[in-house]
Nanobody
Framework: QVQLVESGGGLVQAGGSLRLSCATSGSIFSMIVMGWYRQAPGRQRELVANINKGGITIYSDSVKGRFTISRDNAKNTVYLQMNSLKPEDTAVYYC??????????WGQGTQVTVSS
């Protein structure tokens, strides 16, 4: 199984920025897709953004234009740059990866709190 280690969460004021990182124990080239999901209290986990092996990205409508997903192949790391944060972005953010052999893996989650 692939290990995913997230970092970068925290508390920020509305309008601020944070960058989340997700480092994988395996080669990023073995991942079909990597991405970020989030889950707010009382709500279902939802896709925020993902990037596939070919570099194609998908964003949820709620974050388009504010968040950017990227990857560093040399570091086997995926990033989520979050700008213009809003209180409704408050959630636990989870890194997700789909490996060509081992299937789906999840990180432990990192809390993002945006104060108004």
């Amino acid at each position: 199984q692939v290990q995913l280690v997230e970092s970068g969460g925290g508390l920020v004021q509305a309008g601020g920025s944070l960058r989340l990182s997700c480092a994988t124990s395996g080669s990023i080239f073995s991942m079909i897709v990597m991405g970020w999901y989030r889950q707010a209290p009382g709500r279902q986990r939802e896709l925020v953004a993902n990037i596939n092996k070919g570099g194609i990205t998908i964003y949820s409508d709620s974050v388009k234009g504010r968040f950017t997903i990227s990857r560093d192949n040399a570091k086997n790391t995926v990033y989520l740059q979050m700008n213009s944060l809003k209180p409704e972005d408050t959630a636990v953010y989870y890194c997700n990866a789909v490996h060509t052999i081992f299937g789906t893996s999840w990180g432990q989650g990192t809390q993002v709190t945006v104060s108004s």
